[in-house]
């Protein structure tokens, strides 16, 4: 099977196109043939050698995967062959979904939302199962809260600010003026253009002082140290960022604030309460470009870029669909 390798850690040209052997599932396990990834943030921090101590070289990365059952192995009992899928595959095990198929552990996976492409689906499964453990298994948000998500309109802001919206909340979001359509179309209530306004003030003037509830931080840099001025008393502050941030966090204490570091783990029960709001018409993730397998280095250098013009993911399109992508990064209509 063809898939890309990571041999050594650098930029987006350390990826080499290679053949490799097609895996196949042991006890427990679904062979799954890959028909979309995505890229998450966490996809070029593996590549460049952030945890390079956790990752043995040679690699195959990449953290999303829908696609087709095609052989199950001994004591599967969810799946059959034929079945379409999706999940998130085991972080740092240097088996991931760069590849043409896949094997995964059968209590990861879950069976696709059918009102989803594969394009679609492969852009959710991370960042949607990140959205829910910050909001739902540790902000705990609750219907008439309010809530600020910094970067609403990448591939993880896009989707918190749908699944808060679902949630019964008031959504404030950050993005730039350019962003503000696409930010209100997924359901926020108020954007804030960070470049020319202080969120926070925007926040107090928006709440009457009061300040939100929750601020899922997605963007790093200082909002871990700067987000207790804009939380209500008993406020919830989640991030989903490993970068160091100045962390004089003072005002948390008086707010009596509590603070949740989230690294997202895999389950089936996440993902299918997604595909509950997806089926709903409540989420839907917006894919804003997307490339073949074999030019994920260009998908790199554009997602690394800090003006790349995207709104929402970068999907993979993997197997038959890799040949109707161009290597600009030219979009699939949504129902491939």
């Given amino acids: 099977m063809k898939a890309l390798v990571l041999k050594t850690f650098g930029g987006p040209d350390a990826f080499e196109l290679c053949d490799v052997p097609k895996p196949a599932p042991q006890a427990g396990q679904v062979l799954v043939r890959v028909e979309a990834t995505s890229l998450n943030p966490l996809d070029y921090q593996v590549r460049r050698g952030d945890y390079a101590d956790l990752v043995p070289l040679p690699a195959i990365t990449g953290h999303d995967v829908s ?39 059968e209590h990861i996976v879950a069976k696709k939302p059918a009102s ?45 600010i749908q699944v808060a919206k679902a949630m019964g909340a008031r959504v404030f979001t950050t993005v730039r003026d350019a962003n503000f359509a696409f930010a209100r179309r997924m359901g926020a209530d108020v954007a804030i253009d960070y470049r020319k306004e202080d969120y926070v003030d925007a926040i107090l003037r928006e709440t009457g002082g009061r300040g939100v509830d929750v601020v899922l931080d997605t963007i790093g840099g200082n909002t871990l140290s700067r987000s207790p001025d804009a939380l209500a008393q008993l406020g919830r502050v989640v991030t989903i960022v490993d970068t160091a941030q100045p962390q004089n966090v003072i005002q948390a204490w008086g707010k009596n604030a509590s603070y949740h570091f989230v690294f997202t783990r895999q389950n089936r029960g996440k993902l299918d309460e997604l595909s509950a709001l997806v089926e709903r018409g409540q989420l839907r993730p917006h894919v804003g470009a997307v490339y073949a397998l074999a030019d994920i280095p260009l998908a790199h250098a554009r997602l690394e870029s800090a003006n790349n013009g995207l709104q929402g993911k970068i999907a993979i399109a993997v197997g038959p669909l890799a040949g109707r992508i161009a290597p600009d990064g030219k979009s699939l209509p949504a129902a491939v």
Avoid: K, M
């Fill in 67 to 105: 696609g087709v059952v095609e052989a199950i192995g001994p004591g599967v009992t969810a799946f059959l062959p034929g079945d379409e899928v999706w999940y998130t595959p085991p972080i740092f095990e240097g088996r991931g979904s760069y590849a043409e198929y896949h094997v995964a552990s």
């Fill in 116 to 160: 989803l492409s594969h394009v679609e689906a492969a852009s959710l499964s991370l960042a949607g199962g990140t959205v829910w453990e910050a909001l739902v298994a540790r902000a705990a948000l609750r219907v008439g809260e309010s809530i600020l998500i910094h970067g609403g309109a990448g591939g993880v802001g896009h989707i918190a």
